[in-house]
């Protein structure tokens, strides 16, 4: 059974920076696109950034959330089963449940395409 576990939340000030990180159990984590997604308070659950291995090699594929392009940075460590989002420069409106998610195959950006999910971490960004 797959499972999901974010950590790294927390209340920051605009400017700052917060690191997520996302710890997968029960999955054959490389073979896994894996997507951050974030719910602010009163609105739908969107896309901010998704990685996954590209072929056989040791690259990457990523994408972001026009939102968050050049702010927000994915990364995953296939060796720990975690994914991370570094997040710079925050915004007041970045403030939003942070949601960490898997799914078997290509890179994804509609939370129906995600089949697992983690509980969710707390970002709050203070003006």
């Known amino acids: 059974q797959v499972q999901l576990a974010e950590s790294g939340g927390g209340l920051v000030q605009a400017g700052g920076s917060l690191t997520l990180s996302c710890a997968a159990s029960?999955?054959?984590?490389?073979?896994?696109?894996m997507g951050w997604f974030r719910q602010p308070p009163g609105k739908e659950r969107e896309f901010v950034a998704g990685i996954r291995r590209s072929g056989g090699t040791t690259s990457f594929y990523t994408n972001y959330a026009d939102s968050v392009k050049g702010r927000f940075t994915i990364s995953r460590d296939n060796a720990k089963n975690t994914v991370y989002l570094q997040m710079n420069s925050l915004k007041p409106e970045d403030t939003a449940v942070y949601y960490c998610?898997?799914?078997?195959?290509?890179?994804?950006?509609?939370?129906?395409?995600?089949?697992?999910w983690g509980q969710g971490t707390q970002v709050t960004v203070s003006s």
């Open positions: 029960g999955v054959t984590f490389s073979s896994y696109a």
């Open positions: 998610a898997a799914r078997w195959g290509p890179l994804g950006e509609y939370p129906s395409q995600f089949p697992y």
